[in-house]
């Protein structure tokens, strides 16, 4: 009964803070003069519909399913690694390692037929990622270093290098001006004319499905696995998995190559799918913060992830629409960062929803309790 109470609220805490964020994003349009509903009315028009003939547009549902799966990616790269305990916010450099990655040698084989690029091009990415990974992970497991510092050192670290290669080390042949590469051929891009032609000429690719897999792949290994198992053991209680003959050292490392590995092939999607060549960055990719506040927002589950991550990238499209009607889009930032402020703060929600749904349980329990215990009285034993 508990754990079946634990699960509707890991459901229902997430749904209210969405609901609060709305609400007290709507109230902040207000309170600069600005009509909410108007303004979410207009940013759902965006996300779903044709603005000319008001039909649902096959286009703008492609593109959400553009921007959620490099999100989902990151987001279980996030959940893998917080479940064991770490707050692995290098997500941005690790991405941005399986993108400059997948780009250098999709472009270094322009004649190699379409599955030995892609796998060729996927798997260095992934690697490129996992390795990222590996190195907050090395040094937390046998220095004890605070990840989370690492990380953040590392996303700098990476972004310059990253330019670096793009600006200094790639062969003028692949590059089409300062900080750019040329596009990818047609057989190592992500993307396929079924799914253009479905979708109304949307960059919708194959990254959705790759996405859905590692979905049910991560849900199974955490699940259902003994590796899945350690994991969580460890980011419960790292020496209580030790006594158990768990090894804490290689379970930390492992658990922060997958969540570079995961981070990686988000980037790889970008990459290959999403804008098919590679453009030097200013700053840090943002679908490695988003993907955190997905994850948290998702409450980890691959259901959840999924859910958040279509919600985002409905927000972000949407968003877009809201100055049609006079409202700067930058009000739909500050609704995103309204919902994870409240799934931050959902032990407040899940203690008041306790007060409405746990006190009367609460009382029974205690008027059970405090009944005399009959058999006790007779000298058996329950």
Known sequence: MHNKSERIQNIIVPIIAVILGFVLGGLIMLGFGFNPMEG??????????????????????GEI?????????????????????????GLSGQALCGWVTSIWIALSMPDAPRFVVLLVAIVAGVLSGAIAGAIPGF???FFGTSEVIVTIMMNYILLHIGNHI???VMSPKIIQSKGMTVAINKSASL????????????RLNLGIFFAIIALVVVWFVMKKTTLGYEIRAVGLNPYASEYAGMSSKRTIIVSMVISGALAGMGGVVLGLGTFENFTSQSSSLAIGFDGMAVSLLGNGSSLGIFAAALLFSVLQLGGQGMQVVGIPSELVNIDI???????GISFVIRYILAKFTGKKSATVKVE???KPNEESQEGGTI
């Open 139 to 141: 040094l937390r497991a």
């Open 337 to 343: 960062a309204i919902i994870i402020f409240f799934v």
């Open 40 to 61: 979410y009315g207009q940013m759902f028009k965006t996300a779903f519909l044709n603005p000319l003939t008001g039909e649902v547009n096959p286009r703008n549902i």
């Open 191 to 202: 993307q396929t004319p079924w799914l253009a032609a479905l979708t109304n000429n949307s």
């Open 65 to 89: 399913f553009v921007s959620a799966a490099p999100l989902i990616f990151t987001a279980l790269g996030f959940s893998i690694a917080n479940t064991a305990g770490f707050f692995n916010i």
């Open 368 to 370: 059970k309790d405090s």
């Open 166 to 168: 793009v600006n200094n």
